[in-house]
């Protein structure tokens, strides 16, 4: 096909760009797609060897580019991969840790530190860069819940910074639906009914729910009898005397479906399903390339989008080709009728910032800027993570079995009190302490409490919380080996359980992406800028999650052993009943905002069809128009405004 044959130009084959190419597809359009990084595999088992491969099993490890550069010479250590030598780089959870998160050298996201005095926060949350985008992510599949849609109206009289979304859950339950066929959900319609969440008739989703844990059950058990007087600080119209656990929708097989296998209970959901019981866009994409007319072009990063001397449409997009075994780089264009962005919310706006035009009437002379709103907005869930112990005269909950999230808490995460603080939902994790001691000790468990009790050590401080409560145990100094050794890790390990609170974040203009000239990439372009930091609204959300995480240990009899690292920069203070407390959050891989939708060019910049506004055949989608960023992960939300935009793009060409 030649260049200007195409019909659709879509930029990213993650889950929006797939979702989208797939449905021209079927319906005969001429599809390219630009694909920064490496295209589709014929199997998984390259990416299953790095991740075995790996000494760092982070989210990242199994895709390409590698996170490590090969030793240097003379050396058996691995150098982090350098973003100044990448060409379709990436941040990763190395890269945004306490150490590595300011140095531009070392991090593909260069941080600002400080604003106007103050200290800044890293932005820690992480993409891929690969056909199939984010494959590393969990599958959750939760609805907004209808309120989550109308945050001025309900509550931004003392949130300023909330926006109402131009559509609401109304508009969307028909693609909720097509969605959740598409990725293949297992959920219950009758546990998914609350907070106003609601179905058609009849409606069923694609197959069973996931069974239960035995955490989950604990949890639940725990949160059945409650006391009005305790759960008051939570806000509700009604304090609460029990708590529901409900099963999380997921796009993960709970039998066959659409010929992938059922779940076998791997707990690497993330970043890797190894039997591809998990839904990945790869999936979709795959059936979109089955198309004859429909091209991926793998190792193309889109660096500008041209406009036509009207200013109204966009005629072409520029992009260089590079190859991964030679220096060799080629610089071209290609022309649609119509062009979709489809990269992450960082990305996107990294593109559009870069498509400077003097001759557009704009404050700011970049595509779809009007509004001066590219780059703002950035949000995530700030993730604030606690792990404890079930004591030891008590039951086992037995981690490291099945998915990594099967249930969670959703009906704190709307009420009165969002006039006043964040809400949180609550996820409960199958595997441990597998990550969550990772930034205090730079290592994850099983490994740490098995060498610790093998060599002696206590880098967790099990046994010095054991001590100090009257835990009988090992003393610090002994180390085990043999029968003793089984004996003690089953009766610890199998009592350990984590829950982790994804925060809703405010919408603030002063948190955002720009360019960072001064630290190019592989390729010469620019790499993203990011200033980040948490309000004053989501810092309570996240303070009134620490008073939940006590509530919830207090009634399991639980040994709590969250800390924050002292060199943690993410970490910060706040009063709780009147006492200092020291928090902090990690990112949650929810990327949000940065273009986002609305009902005019002034306020927004994009419509709910997620058509730019300044310009007439330019699609921005994904999770970057989110006006708002609620509770639950985006993926679903992102993937039905995808279906319902091309829609109109088929419409449309």
Not at 69 to 87: H, Q, V, W
């Amino acid at each position: 096909m030649a260049d200007d044959d195409f019909d659709v130009v879509i930029v990213g084959s993650g889950f929006a760009g797939a979702l989208i190419a797939n449905e021209l597809a079927k319906r005969g359009k001429k599809v390219a797609i630009l694909e920064a990084g490496d295209g589709i595999p014929p199997n998984i088992n390259d990416y299953m060897e790095r991740f075995y491969k790996s000494s760092a099993k982070v989210p990242e490890s199994p895709y390409t580019p590698p996170i490590f550069d090969e030793p240097a010479r003379g050396s058996e250590l691995p150098r982090s991969s350098d973003p100044r030598k990448m060409r379709a780089g990436r941040p990763t959870v190395l890269t945004v840790s306490a150490k590595d998160w300011a140095n531009p050298d070392k991090s593909y996201l260069v941080h600002e530190q400080t604003r106007d005095g103050k200290k800044l926060m890293p932005f820690s949350s992480t993409y891929d860069r690969i056909a199939g985008g984010t494959s590393h992510w969990l599958g959750t599949c939760l609805r907004f819940v209808p309120n989550d849609f109308e945050m001025k109206s309900l509550y931004g009289l003392s949130e300023a910074s909330f926006v109402d979304w131009p559509i609401g859950y109304e508009d969307l339950v028909e693609w909720y639906g097509k969605a959740e066929a598409e990725l293949g959900v297992s959920a219950d319609v009758e546990d998914q009914k609350y907070l106003g969440v609601h179905f058609p008739d009849d409606y069923q989703y694609p197959m069973p729910a996931i069974p239960e844990s035995l955490t989950d059950r604990a949890i639940r058990k725990a949160l059945k009898n409650l006391n009005a007087s305790e759960t008051a600080f939570l806000g509700m119209e009604t304090a609460p005397t029990e708590i529901p656990v409900r099963n999380v929708p997921a796009a993960r097989n709970s039998r066959p479906y659409k010929g992938r296998r059922a779940c076998a209970g791997n707990t690497n959901c993330i970043p890797i399903c190894p039997i591809q019981a998990k839904y990945d866009p790869t999936i979709t994409l795959n059936e979109a390339l089955n198309h004859k007319h429909v091209k991926l072009m793998r190792h193309t990063v889109a660096r500008e989008i041209i406009l036509g001397s009207d200013l109204r449409n966009v005629t072409e997009i520029k992009y260089t080709r590079y190859s991964t075994a030679s220096n060799a780089i080629v610089t071209d264009t290609i022309k649609a009728k119509i062009f979709v962005i489809a990269g992450n919310p960082i990305e996107t706006a990294r593109l559009l910032l870069m498509s400077e035009n003097d001759g557009l009437p704009f404050e700011v002379k970049t595509v779809a800027n009007r509004s001066g709103m590219i780059g703002k907005y950035l949000m995530d869930h700030p993730y604030y993570v606690a792990w404890g112990q079930l004591p030891m005269n008590g039951e086992q909950v037995w981690p490291y079995r099945g998915p990594l999230i099967t249930s969670g808490i959703g009906d704190l995460c709307d009420g009165r009190f969002r006039d006043s603080r964040a809400a949180f939902r609550v996820d409960i994790g199958n595997e441990g302490w597998n990550f969550v001691i990772a930034s205090a000790l730079d290592a994850a468990d099983p490994h740490v409490t098995t060498i610790d009790f093998v060599n002696g050590m206590d880098r967790n401080l099990l046994k010095a919380k054991h001590a100090a409560a009257g835990i009988p145990g090992p003393a610090p100094t002994k180390a085990l080996y043999g029968p003793a050794l089984a004996r003690t890790l089953n009766q610890n390990i199998s009592r350990q359980f984590r829950v982790g609170f994804l925060v809703e974040q405010t919408p603030d203009a002063s948190n955002r992406v720009t360019l960072s000239r001064e630290n190019p990439d592989g390729l010469g372009l620019p790499r993203p800028k990011i200033s980040y930091n948490l309000s004053p609204y989501t810092r309570r959300g996240i303070a009134a999650a620490h008073q939940f995480k006590d509530l919830l240990f207090k009634h399991m009899n639980a040994t709590d052993f969250t800390r924050v690292a002292d060199n943690d920069p993410s970490g910060f203070d706040e009063q709780i009943n009147g006492k200092t407390v020291r928090l902090n959050f990690t990112g949650a891989g929810h990327i949000m905002g940065t273009f986002r939708m609305g009902t005019n060019g002034d306020n927004s910049v994009v419509d709910s069809y997620q058509r730019c506004h300044d310009h007439d055949n330019l699609y921005l989608v994904g999770s970057g128009t989110f006006p708002t960023g609620a509770t639950a992960n985006p993926t679903l939300t992102l993937a039905a405004l995808a279906l319902r935009t091309a829609d109109r793009i088929a419409k449309r060409v």
